[in-house]
T-cell receptor, first 116, second 116 residues
Framework: AQKVTQAQTEISVVEKEDVTLDCVYE???????LFWYKQPPSGELVFLIR??????QNEISGRYSWNFQKSTSSFNFTITASQVVDSAVYFC?????????????FGTGTRLKVLA | NAGVMQNPRHLVRRRGQEARLRCSPM?????VYWYRQLPEEGLKFMVY????????ESGMPKERFSAEFPKEGPSILRIQQVVRGDSAAYFC??????????????FGNGTRLTVT
């Protein structure tokens, strides 16, 4: 069965600190896709990144980086030198390629507060 | 290049009334998902539709809730005889199609339903 766990409910950091948001997933599929979304205080959901299960290469985009490790079923998200504008709820999500389900399963989210 | 359009943005209903939430997918997208977000909680899958078909409604409450995606016009999520527990943000998302599960979901800005 699909499952996404974001154990950190809320994290507070001071501006310019680095912060890592954890995501652990469960799936029986060998081919699957992982996503991160950001939900700022305004409420919309913003797509950040997609990762295929067969591509374990880490990715960096500006201050954002993602560490995908199949061995631990984790897809963690790190923000370097955090800024107040990074304050948001971040969701990790999973989609399976070959199962009969069509759902994208979301974790419960991690609320990040970056203090000035 | 309009994104996913949801309306209304805010909806207030008294207990027992009906709520109709509308969603127009991105241009070229033929698949629509509805998710519910309760206050301080994550996104819960409700239903997945393509034009004129419900593909997966495993997340829909058995009573009072229904969804459709007609050949012409937006997708509609209908909640009959609303109760206070229905108060939540309802998000619609679209994707290009069934064979593209690696595609990120594109979300609308949500409809915030308040039942008084």
């Amino acid at each position: 069965a699909q499952k996404v766990t974001q154990a950190q409910t809320e994290i507070s950091v001071v501006e310019k600190e680095d912060v890592t948001l954890d995501c652990v997933y469960e799936t029986r599929d060998t081919t699957y896709y992982l996503f991160w979304y950001k939900q700022p205080p305004s409420g919309e959901l913003v797509f950040l990144i997609r990762r295929n299960s067969f591509d374990e290469q880490n990715e960096i985009s500006g201050r954002y980086s993602w560490n995908f490790q199949k061995s631990t079923s984790s897809f963690n998200f790190t923000i370097t030198a955090s800024q107040v504008v990074d304050s948001a709820v971040y969701f990790c999500a999973l989609s399976e390629a070959t199962s009969g389900t069509y759902k994208y399963i979301f974790g419960t989210g991690t609320r990040l507060k970056v203090l000035a | 290049n309009a994104g996913v359009m949801q309306n209304p943005r805010h909806l207030v209903r008294r207990r027992g009334q009906e709520a109709r939430l509308r969603c127009s997918p991105m241009k070229g997208h033929s698949h629509v998902y509805w998710y519910r977000q309760l206050p301080e909680e994550g996104l819960k899958f409700m239903v997945y539709l393509q034009k004129e078909n419900i593909i997966d409604e495993s997340g829909m409450p058995k009573e009072r809730f229904s969804a459709e995606f007609p050949k012409e016009g937006p997708s509609i999520l209908r909640i009959q005889q609303v109760v206070r527990g229905d108060s939540a943000a309802y998000f619609c998302a679209s994707s290009p199609g069934q064979g593209t599960r690696n595609s990120p979901l594109h979300f609308g800005n949500g409809t915030r339903l308040t039942v008084t």
